[in-house]
């Protein structure tokens, strides 16, 4: 009962901190309520138990990602009007597609999750000792998940040479 | 369980209460006469010279990103960290791979200069 109330106190919250995202005029301060949004979710994962992902939720998405997103901001000129599209309709047509993507997508995975017992917890550690949840997560991420694990370092690495390649000094 | 949390919503509930009074009481009891030199915006006493909204240099951002990278990067080593002796000889390999890739963005990003300010 109490996990409930938590659960729609906080759906209501980050979608309401979603939409002011999306609307506030000013870009500093969606960028402040993206910091509120994220924090809320990981209030979220604390409730479903997942400890690890909500300090990393905090740690990462609310301190780390949004200083990144600040610079952005400031990198930009915002004072400067946004040239008038060719096509004013086409960014709207964009967005209609892309969120019908999204809505069809999530449509297909209450589809297809309906009526299927969710899987009670993750697969016990096969090694005796491991009680935390930052333990499971590991023992399975360094296991089970070895190759995406891998794969996200040359994830990371696109990431690196990306950045440097976009903002090296022409010399 | 949920019910470790609650200290940290009580804690959570008084800072935001803080503040919130901080502000009321502060504004009840302020004197309110202004004039232009006290609503200037204040930086260490240096007068402000230009609208702040300027634009930042583009290195700035270089630095973020790199943070973030590193930051993921060391988050992917403290469950490994802590689970390493049941890893055994196979995690440790596995997180030098992980290592090697990302000392080569790394060496890269040096050899780049892009960890030079000037």
Redesign the interface.
């Known amino acids: 009962m109490?996990?409930a109330i938590?659960f729609y106190t906080l759906a209501v919250l980050i979608l309401g901190l979603g939409v002011a995202v999306v609307t506030t005029p000013k870009t500093v301060h969606s960028v402040l309520f993206l910091v509120l949004n994220f924090l809320c979710v990981a209030i979220l994962y604390?409730?479903l138990?997942a400890e690890?992902l909500a300090v990393?939720q905090v740690?990462?998405y609310a301190?780390?990602?949004v200083?990144?997103y600040l610079?952005?901001v400031?990198?930009?000129?915002?004072?400067r009007a946004p040239e008038a599209h060719e096509d004013p309709r086409r960014l709207a047509r964009l967005g209609l597609g892309l969120s019908g993507a999204v809505l069809l997508e999530l449509a297909g995975i209450v589809v297809y999750s309906y009526g299927r017992a969710a899987p009670s917890s993750a697969p016990a550690a096969p090694?005796e000792?491991?009680v935390?949840n930052?333990?499971e997560?590991?023992?399975l991420?360094?296991?089970d998940y070895?190759i995406p694990?891998?794969v996200?370092?040359?994830l990371?690495?696109v990431?690196?040479?990306g950045?440097?390649v976009?903002?090296?000094r022409e010399s | 369980?949920?019910e470790a949390?609650v200290p940290i919503l009580l804690f959570l509930l008084v800072a935001i209460g803080f503040a919130i009074f901080t502000l009321i009481v502060s504004s009840l009891i302020q004197s309110s006469r202004y004039n232009k030199v006290k609503l200037e915006p204040y930086e260490c006493g240096i007068e402000p010279v230009t609208?702040a909204?300027d634009?930042?240099s583009?290195?700035?951002?270089?630095i973020?990103?790199?943070?973030?990278?590193f930051?993921?990067?060391t988050?992917?080593m403290?469950?490994?960290a802590?689970?390493m002796d049941?890893?055994a000889l196979f995690?440790l390999i596995?997180?030098l791979?992980?290592?090697f890739?990302?000392v080569?963005?790394?060496v890269?990003?040096w050899r780049?200069g892009?960890l030079e300010w000037a």
């Open positions: 109490a996990e938590a604390v409730v138990r690890f990393i740690l990462v301190g780390g990602i200083v990144l610079f952005v400031m990198l930009v000129n915002l004072k090694v000792g491991i935390g930052t333990e997560l590991g023992w991420l360094y296991t070895l694990f891998e996200a370092s040359v990371l690495l990431a690196m040479v950045a440097i976009l903002a090296r | 369980m949920i949390y609208d909204r634009r930042y583009v290195r700035y951002y270089l973020a990103m790199l943070f973030v990278i930051d993921v990067e988050v992917f403290f469950p490994w802590v689970i049941e890893l995690g596995e997180m791979v992980f290592l890739i990302l080569l963005g790394y890269y990003a780049k892009a």
